[in-house]
T-cell receptor
Framework: DQQVKQNSPSLSVQEGRISILNCDYT??????FLWYKKYPAEGPTFLISISSIKDKNEDGRFTVFLNKSAKHLSLHIVPSQPGDSAVYFCAASAQGQNFVFGPGTRLSVLP | DTEVTQTPKHLVMGMTNKKSLKCEQH?????MYWYKQKAKKPPELMFV???????INESVPSRFSPECPNSSLLNLHLHALQPEDSALYLCASSQVKRANTGELFFGEGSRLTVL
């Protein structure tokens, strides 16, 4: 049973618009959540994180929202740029170790 | 230096070969990880070393043998692999402290093909 789920395998967005990537989790022990971006033939790159004591974290064009009661988090990218086209993995951990990754969502930002 | 360096980038081996994957980081991270990633799948945790001691082994077959000779190096020794072990092997490191940001720094991976 997947502990971290990303139910949309792919997403296409027009350049300049908002991209919203969703992630759901089942393990209530998770206390730290991260988003990674992965280009082909490269390792994942850390993008943004959020602790369970917060409900929002913002870094430039990227904002992550956490809804603990719904066990749901989302990544907002605004405005979206063609260079944002990549696979985005949601990951979760309990006490900073043993990160569990979701299956990923492939984002395509169309010029 | 914020890099995790993995060598080799590509490795082709037969089922009877013995080979090793190497990983190095100089960020002072005391947690290091091996992940396996098959095509179009998320990275799957194999091993975690914390302070140079194996802390997590996710039921990985014994044909994969990790080694952490010091705080900067992590090896994965391979022996008698199967073709289904062909994958991208990712090394990562992070700080161990609970209160830290906890993000993983990944290397580019070693793409392994077992014939």
């Amino acid at each position: 049973d997947q502990q971290v789920k990303q139910n949309s395998p792919s997403l296409s967005v027009q350049e300049g618009r908002i991209s919203i990537l969703n992630c759901d989790y089942t393990n209530s022990m998770f206390d730290y959540f991260l988003w990674y971006k992965k280009y082909p033939a490269e390792g994942p790159t850390f993008l943004i994180s959020i602790s369970s004591i917060k409900d929002k974290n913002e870094d430039g064009r990227f904002t992550v929202f956490l809804n603990k009661s719904a066990k749901h988090l989302s990544l907002h990218i605004v405005p979206s740029q063609p260079g944002d086209s990549a696979v985005y993995f949601c990951a979760a951990s309990a006490q900073g170790q043993n990160f569990v990754f979701g299956p990923g969502t492939r984002l395509s930002v169309l010029p | 230096d914020t890099e995790v360096t993995q060598t080799p980038k590509h490795l082709v081996m037969g089922m009877t070969n013995k080979k090793s994957l190497k990983c190095e980081q100089h960020m002072g991270h005391r947690a290091m990880y091996w992940y396996k990633q098959k095509a179009k799948k998320p990275p799957e945790l194999m091993f975690v070393y914390s302070y140079e001691k194996l802390s997590i082994n996710e039921s990985v077959p014994s044909r994969f043998s990790p080694e952490c000779p010091n705080s900067s190096l992590l090896n994965l020794h391979l022996h008698a692999l199967q073709p289904e072990d062909s994958a991208l092997y990712l090394c990562a490191s992070s700080q161990v402290k609970r209160a830290n940001t906890g993000e993983l720094f990944f290397g580019e991976g070693s793409r392994l093909t077992v014939l």
